[in-house]
């Protein structure tokens, strides 16, 4: 008798022990597979985004990969042109938007913003002795501007939009500018530092044209994941690793 409750209880322990492997999913397949975070981008903006051979790169890119750390998400990065991330992240073909974006009134009526991570300034790069020597001299000039971008808004408004040449991005700006197409060319103040370190003859303007807050966008109706960001932000912020990924990407000058 007390054998056979021995037995019993041996078999009653393995059905129990086989029936957890089952339902706990005991094989190799991945038990708990992290929800994506896509996250769009425009990679030609160093130090913010630009490629180091294959990969994504970048204050942005590893801001990102901290927040979907704490999200528990996989972050996948989409590198498209600037001005397809808006409408992207409306249709909710990217979860957000993070491209060294500049919160603006006309955006804020198409996504909602985070809280700012970091601030830009607009300057102007000229040709080292060339006819702009300060802002007053740009009126009348022929302005290169990376579209849709903040530069582009403000230099169409100011100077008229017939003065303005459009590129795809601002390393093409640049181009123009060295090959005398364009007189300056409006952009960010941290790529105009890398442009100008790589090519040689060209200066930044030393009054700066506009100062500007960079945050991440949201299509409107995902106010959810717009405010896990935000918490995952403060953190961030408060804990120094934003300031920690800033200064490996850009010197203190
Ligand atoms: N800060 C500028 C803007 O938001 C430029 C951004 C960019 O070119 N990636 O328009």
Request: charged share 30%; hydrophobic share 40%; proline share 1%.
């Given at each position: 008798m007390k054998k056979s409750v021995k037995i019993l209880s041996v078999i009653l322990a393995l059905v129990i022990v086989l029936g957890c492997f089952a339902a706990c999913g005991g094989s190799e397949e991945p038990k708990d597979e992290k929800k994506v975070l896509t996250m769009a981008t425009n990679a030609e903006f160093p130090p913010y985004e630009f490629y180091e051979g294959e990969t994504v790169v970048g204050i942005d890119a590893e801001v990102a990969a901290l927040i979907a750390e704490k999200l528990g998400m996989e972050l996948k990065i989409e590198d498209v042109a600037f001005d397809s991330i808006i409408p992207g992240v409306q249709a909710g073909k990217y979860d957000m938007g993070m491209a060294g974006m500049t919160v603006t009134e006309d955006r804020l009526k198409d996504v909602n913003f985070s809280d700012s991570y970091a601030t830009g300034v607009q300057v102007v790069i000229v040709k080292e002795g060339g006819s702009i020597a300060s802002l007053d001299d740009i009126a009348g000039k022929k302005i290169g501007v990376q579209t849709s971008t903040t530069g582009d808004?403000?230099?169409?408004?100011?100077?008229?939009?017939?003065?303005?040449?459009?590129?795809?991005?601002?390393?093409?700006?640049?181009?123009?500018?060295?090959?005398?197409?364009?007189?300056?060319?409006?952009?960010?103040?941290?790529?105009?530092?890398?442009?100008?370190?790589?090519?040689?003859?060209?200066?930044?303007?030393?009054?700066?044209?506009?100062?500007?807050?960079?945050?991440?966008?949201?299509?409107?109706?995902?106010?959810?994941?717009?405010?896990?960001?935000?918490?995952?932000?403060?953190?961030?912020?408060?804990?120094?690793?934003?300031?920690?990924?800033?200064?490996?990407?850009?010197?203190?000058?």
């Open positions: 808004i403000y230099a169409s408004d100011e100077f008229g939009e017939e003065n303005v040449i459009k590129y795809e991005n601002g390393a093409l700006a640049v181009e123009a500018l060295k090959n005398g197409k364009v007189d300056c060319v409006i952009i960010d103040n941290e790529p105009a530092k890398s442009y100008v370190a790589a090519n040689e003859g060209l200066v930044i303007l030393e009054t700066e044209y506009a100062i500007e807050d960079y945050a991440i966008c949201f299509a409107k109706e995902n106010t959810e994941l717009q405010e896990q960001v935000n918490t995952a932000l403060k953190e961030l912020i408060a804990d120094g690793s934003v300031q920690r990924v800033v200064d490996k990407y850009i010197s203190a000058e």
